[in-house]
């Protein structure tokens, strides 16, 4: 071969040679892995026996204005429970009526000489208060007397208190025609008041359960909002208990 031409081979196979080393199969590759996204929030069910006693407080959102009484959502919590729980007992009082604002709920718990003995208490208060135009440092005085009202019933473990937030009744048909032009000035009050119950939930290590956008959905999805246009429907109920059933099973199994 002659030399100059050596020199060319020599050449196309050193080019030949750095390109298939510079093209790497996929294995070898260097690979960003990809990013963890965290499941949802699941509890493992660990099994418990005996009875347990479940307290509910509330108005028209907890008593289930304008649908059965096993649509509501303590109920259905309580039927969650009894599957998940079949060796179990479960026994449910609901203390509340459509329109109680927190000065009415505190009176009706004054009335009644309750066992402080509950192994769970769900509170969903404060719609009325915004509603009625009550002056927000009511709320501000009453819901934290509430709270604690809810901790002594529940024997006095703040563990077993779960707290909802207020639905957004601007997100249904009542709330666009009977409340014209409010729908803005609903949600930021209501938010106030949600934001207020939060933050002392937090603080004082009390569960919190927020369900305000599952309501939020009710216009863009009219199956979440009850026959009267208005409260949250059976559907919508049934959402509230799944978002609130890892902290209850976490109270119950503790």
Known sequence: MKPHFKQIVIVILSIFLLSCSSEETPSEMATTPPAVIPPSTQVPTIPISG???YLALGDSYTIGQSVCETCRFPEQLKASLKAIYPQAGFSLKIIATTGWTTTNLISALNNQNLNPGYDLVTLLIGVNNQYQGRDFSIYEKEFP?????????AKGDKKNVIVLSIPDYAYTPFGTTQMQGQGTKISNEINQYNTFAENYCTINGVNFTSITDITQKGLENPSLVASDGLHPSEAAYKLFVERMLPQVKMALQD
Do not use: Y
């Not at 007397?145 to 019933?153: F, T, W």
């Open 145 to 153: 007397e509430l709270v604690n009202k809810a901790i002594m019933l």
């Open 51 to 53: 009875s347990v006693n």
